[in-house]
């Protein structure tokens, strides 16, 4: 057999990768039951929900998602194809169409055992990772329920480290910086900015062990925004303050979230003489609707009144260098599934995140079935 052969990547044991992202509103009758989706059983103030609904209105009631999914989910096939690794891609949602459950009963029908899942949230948080197990194991009890055979179901790790993931946002704080006035460049702040989460879920983020302190949802953030800033200074040689804050903050005003919110901040660093900031949304992978509303809109007005000129820096999005960490984390999971030696790529201080979420991982605040971890029901 020639060598070639050898060298083709195989994703063995898995048969099918899962894109599982948000979901968004399509047009503007979508937005009310988007809405309800999202917040069935949450107890989110209708005040806010009315807001929330005019971000999208304003919009047409079109969230740019869906789009950004779709093309993500282009850039993993080509990506897949140009490097021979023969692995189908799917895509299903939390809170609209295409549903998960739906996605994944297509791919049992498929004939496909083995299913990795690639979720749009690079972070710790019951947001960002449990509540995605908590709807894969909604969606396997409801395949149960019709009878058919449950796939085997397992996450891809966290990826907020990888440089595929890394890199794209590094060259897009240099362009927003570049795309700066000359005279404001320089003296520029970075306001690294991520959805704010109650303190609650915050702290008790990532494995039990490192509960406590904002756990991993805070810890992580800070190691991606000081790699950014540390290679924002090795390439441009000057050295730009920097500052974690969160955005899109919900819930009843008296459940303490994490802070500072991005406005508060932005009048803050005006205050204290700050010519310019970049805000740099490094806890989102596309520029979905929170990106777009709470930084592009609400944001950017702020800085307007307050005279403060800002940029808002590009996620990661279907940057095809994110579509090859995608697959050399699908081939690096594959090779542990099937008992080879991996080093997992990660930068930073922290180390490549587990791969099997352990018991207590991000708890919810009322407990319930989660697959694809160490407390899966499902095996
Ligand atoms: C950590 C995190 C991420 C990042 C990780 C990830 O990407 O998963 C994220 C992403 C997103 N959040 C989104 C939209 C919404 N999030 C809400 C509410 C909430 N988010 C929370 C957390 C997060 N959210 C939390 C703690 C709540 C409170 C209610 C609850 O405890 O669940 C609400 C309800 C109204 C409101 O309160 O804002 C909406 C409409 C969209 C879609 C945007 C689009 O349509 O383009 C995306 C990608
Ligand atoms: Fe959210």
Redesign the pocket.
């Given at each position: 057999m020639p060598d070639v052969l050898d060298a083709t990547p195989d994703a063995t044991p898995y048969d099918a990768l899962l894109l599982l992202s948000?979901g968004?509103?399509e047009g503007p009758d979508d937005v009310v039951p988007f809405?309800e989706n999202?917040?069935r059983g949450?107890g989110?103030p209708k005040e806010?929900?009315k807001e929330?609904g005019q971000h999208?209105f304003q919009f047409g009631g079109v969230?740019?998602?869906n789009d950004q999914n779709r093309a993500l989910l282009e850039a993993l096939r080509k990506d897949f194809a140009d490097h021979g690794l023969d692995l189908p891609v799917y895509w299903g949602n939390r809170n609209w169409a295409p549903y998960l459950t739906d996605t994944l009963r297509d791919i049992v029908r498929d004939g496909h055992h083995r299913v990795l899942v690639l979720?749009?949230?690079a972070?710790a948080?019951y947001?960002?990772c449990r509540?995605y197990r908590e709807n894969l194991a909604d969606a396997l009890a409801q395949l149960e329920s019709e009878g058919l055979d449950l796939p085997k179901v397992d996450k891809l790790r966290h990826y907020f480290n990888h440089p595929g993931f890394v890199e794209p946002m590094i060259e897009g704080v240099l362009r927003s910086l570049a795309d700066l006035p000359e005279e404001v460049r320089d003296g520029a702040h970075i306001a690294f900015s991520t959805?704010s989460?109650?303190d609650s879920?915050a702290d008790t983020s990532g494995p039990v062990e490192g509960h406590g302190d904002g756990g991993a949802y805070v810890r992580q953030h800070l190691d991606v925004a000081r790699l950014i800033a540390d290679a924002v200074r090795e390439r441009t040689g000057v050295d730009h303050p920097w500052r974690l804050v969160y955005q899109?903050r919900?819930?009843a005003p008296h459940v303490p979230w994490l802070e500072p919110d991005i406005c508060d901040h932005l009048e803050e660093r005006h205050a204290a003489g700050v010519p310019a900031v970049v805000m740099a949304p490094i806890?989102?992978?596309s520029d979905?609707?929170?990106v777009l509303y709470d930084l592009d809109t609400e944001a950017t007005a702020k800085a307007a009144e307050l005279g403060l000129p800002v940029r808002r820096s590009a996620t990661v999005g279907a940057d095809p260098r994110f579509a090859a960490a995608v697959r050399e984390l699908v081939l690096e999971r594959a090779a542990t599934e099937s008992g080879q030696r991996t080093t997992p790529c990660a930068l930073g201080a922290l180390g490549a995140s587990h791969d099997v979420c352990p018991v207590g991982c991000c708890p919810a605040r009322a407990p319930r079935p989660a697959a694809a971890g160490a407390d899966s029901p499902y095996a």
């Open positions: 948000f968004g509103p809405l999202v917040t949450r989110i806010r929900l929330v999208y969230s740019p998602i979720a749009t949230s972070y948080s947001s960002g509540q959805h989460i109650p879920a899109s919900s819930g806890g989102f992978v979905h609707m929170e």
